[in-house]
């Protein structure tokens, strides 16, 4: 009996983790260079003097000449799923801060992420917003709004930058964020005052942070895309020396 039971709980378990296998990596997201499989197609050109005949390929079933392979996918390390554990977008101030309680507390995760990544305030930044705050509360909302948006371009930035090996951003990619943040910015300003004069020196200083950070991960991306495409033609290279000896 107890045999028995061992086996359907066993089977029990195995039923439990492969209908939630699906969901864990879709929650994920595949990775969008290798469509999930972990794997990418390198087709290589070898000199074969003529002889060359088709060959059926035991990892897609279809028929090449020599020179075709399949090789793990150098973004996602061969998971076949993204490794960057977070939203890419940021495009939103504070979608996530408040999120998921219904007291208005801030969310820890978001909190312990400002931290980490964002642009701090400092002492007398902290005391003249809070005067604001009692003098005239809508004007102090909406700087603390305006602040937010360039704040949350600096945090995708430094926490893209501290997971570069885990995210693939490219340059462009990086550009276009800056460009969404200025429109969001701009828009935002342009509906009314978002500081008073004694705040106006801070905000412009965290624009030429935002500016800044934006333009070292950009270079830094750029960077390491170099690097990914000398590893792609070193990769070439191995690849071609073993079909050859």
């Known amino acids: 009996m107890k045999k028995m039971l061992n086996k359907l709980l066993t089977a029990g378990i195995a039923m439990v983790v492969a209908a939630a296998m699906p969901l864990m990596m879709s929650a994920r997201g595949d990775c969008s260079y290798c469509g999930g499989t972990g794997k990418v197609v390198k087709n290589l050109t070898v000199s074969t003097y003529g002889k060359d005949t088709k060959k059926k390929c035991p990892e897609c079933g279809e028929w090449h000449y020599s020179g075709h392979t399949h090789v793990h996918c150098s973004h996602c390390g061969g998971t076949g799923y993204r490794k960057n554990g977070g939203s890419s977008s940021g495009s939103d101030y504070s979608s996530d801060f408040y999120e998921g309680n219904d007291l208005g507390l801030p969310n820890p995760y978001a909190v312990a992420r400002n931290l980490r990544y964002g642009c701090r305030w400092c002492d007398e930044e902290i005391r003249l917003f809070n005067e604001l705050r009692k003098s005239s509360p809508d004007l102090a909302q909406r700087y603390e709004t305006a602040r937010g948006i360039l704040d949350n371009f600096i945090q995708w930035c430094n926490e893209g930058n501290a997971k570069l090996q885990y995210r693939y951003v490219t340059p462009q990619e990086v550009q276009n964020m800056w460009n969404i943040t200025c429109n969001q910015y701009n828009n935002y300003t342009a509906a009314g005052a978002v500081s008073n004069q004694a705040l ?46």
């Open 200 to 245: 106006l020196p801070f905000l412009q200083q965290v624009i030429k942070i935002a500016e800044n950070t934006g333009t070292q991960y950009r270079n830094t991306c750029q960077s390491f895309s170099n690097l990914r495409q000398q590893q792609d033609a070193l990769d070439n290279y191995l690849l071609y020396r073993n079909m050859i000896w």
